[in-house]
Nanobody, 126 residues
Framework: VQLQASGGGTVQAGGSLRLSCAAS????????MGWFRQGPGLEREFVGTSIRPGSGGSTYYADSVKGRFTISRDNSKNTMYLQMNNLRSEDTAVYYC??????????????????WGQGTQVTVSS
């Protein structure tokens, strides 16, 4: 299984970025897909999740990004996206994508994800 995150970079506060997560080696549509981030000196934190189609296909977000970030997935391309708008300096972090086969209620916890990508750096300058 491989998850390849890409699209990170440096952007000014208020700007936008779109991250991608390309998956291979797994049946993508049967997994919940999540985004997590880890800022400097901080623990890894939940950003959002895209629930697999068979369980409803909803998306859920951390309060800190709700209304600014949007997760989407293209099951035909085995790819998930994270559109980030109105970025703030506190969004600076390494962003990771992950795949989970556990129950819906567990998808906000990093420990419940089976597979992880390598991370992509997002830096927001103020």
């Amino acid at each position: 299984v491989q998850l390849q995150a890409s699209g990170g970079g440096t952007v000014q506060a208020g700007g936008s970025l779109r991250l991608s997560c390309a998956a291979s080696g797994l049946t993508f549509r049967t997994y919940h897909m999540g985004w997590f981030r880890q800022g400097p000196g901080l623990e890894r934190e939940f950003v959002g999740t895209s629930i697999r189609p068979g369980s409803g296909g909803s998306t859920y977000y951390a309060d800190s990004v709700k209304g600014r970030f949007t997760i989407s997935r293209d099951n035909s391309k085995n790819t998930m996206y994270l559109q980030m708008n109105n970025l703030r300096s506190e969004d600076t972090a390494v962003y990771y994508c992950a795949a989970s086969s556990v129950a819906l209620s567990g998808t906000t916890y990093a420990r419940n994800y089976n597979y992880w990508g390598q991370g992509t750096q997002v830096t927001v300058s103020s």
